[in-house]
C-alpha cells in the first residue's frame, strides 16, 4: 500500500475535509460515511477511476457508553488499556508455575521471591505448615 500526498494545491481546512463526504448514515449501531469520489481524486491529484469503491466507504461501530449520570458517545473501535496490575500478577504467576515445574518447593519459591522484592512467605501462600509438598 502506498501513501498519498495531497497535491501542493490543496490546503486542507474544516471545509475541505467536510467537501469530500458524499453522504453518511447513522444507525443505532454504526456510522456509514461515502466520500466523493471526485473531490478526493482532486485533492489526492488522481484519476477518479484510480479510487476504488472499498476506499470511499467507511463504516464504525458506535456506542453510547453511559456513567453515571453522563453519555459519551463511542465511535470505532473503543482502545483498550491493558490492566497493568493484572500483567505484573500474570506474569508473577507464570514465574511461580516454571519454578514449580522445575521442582522447587513453596519454602524455596518464597525466598526467591523475596530476593526479587516481592515478600512472601509460606503462610502467603495459604498453605497450612502441615500440607508437606503440595505440589
Known sequence: ?????LSPSAKPTEGVWLGLLESGAISRERVNI?????????????CPDAITFDALQLSLPL???RRGVEQRLVIGAEQ???DSRLVAHLLRADRW?????????IQSLANVLSDECEPVSERWFGLPE???GVF
Open 97 to 105: 508455575l516454571r519454578a514449580i515445574r522445575r521442582g522447587a518447593d
Open 80 to 82: 483498550t488499556v491493558p
Open 1 to 5: 500500500m502506498r501513501r498519498l500526498a
Open 63 to 65: 456506542a453510547l457508553k
Open 34 to 46: 461515502e466520500l466523493s469520489r471526485e473531490r478526493v481524486s482532486t485533492l489526492l491529484s488522481l
Open 130 to 132: 502441615q500440607v508437606p
